[in-house]
């Protein structure tokens, strides 16, 4: 599995961006893939679960302002980032082969849980 982040910038606060992830492989394989991202001296953290099934779960700090979204034809699986604050800024990556199987929500799914990353894309928000 291979994934490649594209779409990351710099933008003013209360701007938006589209991140894809492209996938090669079968990145569905384990039945789920993530968003992650890592603000400048934090730990990584969940954003966003998608399953197979379609089903999705979002992290309390972007619910109502990030949505998950795949694209078949392109085999990416996009976040779009709306409402962007200061806080937001980060590394994004996205993640697949949770080694648990099925998706929880992101909030109980940790980065160490997951076999295979994207190299990452920054996100930088300013005022």
């Known amino acids: 599995v291979h994934l490649v982040e594209s779409g990351g910038g710099s933008v003013q606060a209360g701007g938006s961006l589209t991140l894809s992830c492209a996938a090669s492989?079968?990145?569905?394989?384990?039945?789920?893939m993530g968003w992650f991202r890592q603000p400048p001296g934090k730990e990584r953290e969940g954003v966003a679960s998608?399953?197979?099934?379609?089903?999705?779960t979002y992290a309390d700090s972007v619910k109502g302002r990030f949505t998950v979204s795949k694209d078949d034809a392109k085999n990416t699986l996009n976040l779009h980032v709306n409402s962007l604050k200061l806080e937001d800024t980060g590394m994004y990556y996205c993640?697949?082969?949770?080694?648990?199987?099925?998706?929880?929500?992101?909030?109980?799914?940790?980065?160490?849980?997951?076999?295979?990353w994207g190299q990452g894309i920054l996100v930088n928000v300013s005022s």
């Open positions: 993640a697949a082969g949770f080694l648990f199987g099925a998706c929880s929500h992101i909030e109980k799914m940790t980065w160490d849980q997951w076999q295979y």
């Open positions: 492989g079968d990145p569905y394989s384990s039945g789920c």
């Open positions: 998608f399953d197979n099934d379609g089903d999705i």
